[in-house]
């Protein structure tokens, strides 16, 4: 009797605990495990839990190879049985690869689990094959050529006003040519002023944005002039001797201009203005730098 007793009660033991371990739950996800460079990812943490749980998520301040866009406002749901906790983040990527978001650490009353890593694909989008194909139109007779009197005579009429135009030029009395050479810096200054006149831009005006540094760079700084991203760019830019205050601005100034042409999204005016100081400050270390 002792015996079975003594049976029930572990059996008892053993379903509370299972039954007190289902009601806690963590998790990790993405919307899609497979992007293109410079796609939007949706990472959301998810903790569920009894209502009186205490319950703490990760704190997520950066992800290797990737960029956080934005963070949304940690969402509760409590009803009378269980609580439910989440938090999205909107990622952005300008490497290509397959890499890991790794394993974050919960904690429920006091007590410790770890969600799964999850695995993610990133890669250049494919060349664009969906623009509309035209017909293919029936051979044409080609037209017999002009005769060569018209060649002959077309000929002639510029070489006399060739005579003419020498014949007035030797009458003036030669004038020296105004030189306006402008140094790399003070093209790549000018261009940035003429941008500030632009209003709510678009992804063209941020590409002719980027291009200016780049211009500079490969005019001063023996920077590859074709083939490279924006991920190649900023690598490189990391490289030089400019303050890290510059570089983190940088990085906000190509997220911008990223979000801009894959999202076709404008930008304001405050964030346009200090993008373009931005870029501007750079040129001017870079420039100073060599003086």
Same mark, same amino acid.
């Given at each position: ?17 299972? =039954? ?23 990472? /959301?943490?998810?903790?569920?839990? !009894?209502?009186? %749980? @205490? ?6 301040? +950066? ?32 490497? /290509?690869?397959?890499? /890991? ?5 919960? &904690? ?17 989008? !494919?060349?664009?094959?969906?623009? *509309? ?5 029936? &051979? *044409? ?12 005579? +077309? ?20 004038? %020296? !040519? ?5 140094? +790399?810096?003070?093209? @790549? ?14 992804? @063209? *005006?941020?590409?002719? $944005?980027?291009?200016? $540094? ?5 005019? /001063? ?11 190649? =760019? ?19 100034? =190509? ?30 270390? $870079? ?5």
């Amino acid at each position: 009797m002792k015996h079975w007793m003594k049976y029930i009660f572990l059996m008892m033991i053993l379903c509370y605990t299972k =039954l007190c371990t289902a009601q806690y739950m963590i998790n990790t996800g993405v919307d899609k495990t497979a992007v293109f460079v410079g796609d939007f990812i949706h990472f /959301t943490v998810q903790a569920v839990g !009894p209502s009186n %749980a @205490a319950i703490a998520l990760p704190k997520i301040d +950066s992800i290797p190879h990737f960029e956080i866009v934005s963070v949304k406002p940690v969402d509760s749901v409590i009803t009378t049985n269980n609580k439910r906790i989440e938090q999205e983040y909107t990622l952005i990527s300008f490497d /290509t690869g397959t890499f /890991t978001i790794p394993e974050y650490e919960f &904690i429920i009353n006091r007590q410790k689990s770890y969600s799964d890593p999850i695995q993610l694909k990133v890669q250049f989008s !494919p060349q664009d094959v969906s623009g *509309e194909y035209k017909d293919i139109h029936n &051979i *044409e007779a080609v037209p017999p050529p002009p005769s060569k009197f018209w060649w002959w005579f +077309s000929g002639a009429i510029i070489v006399i006003a060739l005579i003419i135009f020498l014949l007035n030029q030797i009458k003036k009395k030669p004038v %020296a !040519p105004k030189i306006t050479n402008l140094s +790399s810096y003070e093209e @790549a200054i000018k261009q940035l002023q003429q941008l500030r006149n632009h209003h709510q831009p678009q992804a @063209a *005006e941020y590409q002719v $944005l980027v291009n200016i $540094l780049r211009g500079y760079l490969v005019a /001063t700084q023996g920077f590859s002039a074709t083939g490279q991203t924006y991920a190649h =760019l900023y690598r490189f830019v990391q490289n030089l001797k400019i303050s890290l205050e510059h570089i983190n601005a940088l990085k906000g100034t =190509l997220n911008a201009a990223s979000v801009s042409v894959f999202a076709l999204k404008k930008q304001n005016d405050e964030q346009w203005q200090n993008d373009i100081n931005n870029i501007s400050n750079i040129i001017i270390q $870079l420039n100073a730098n060599k003086i």
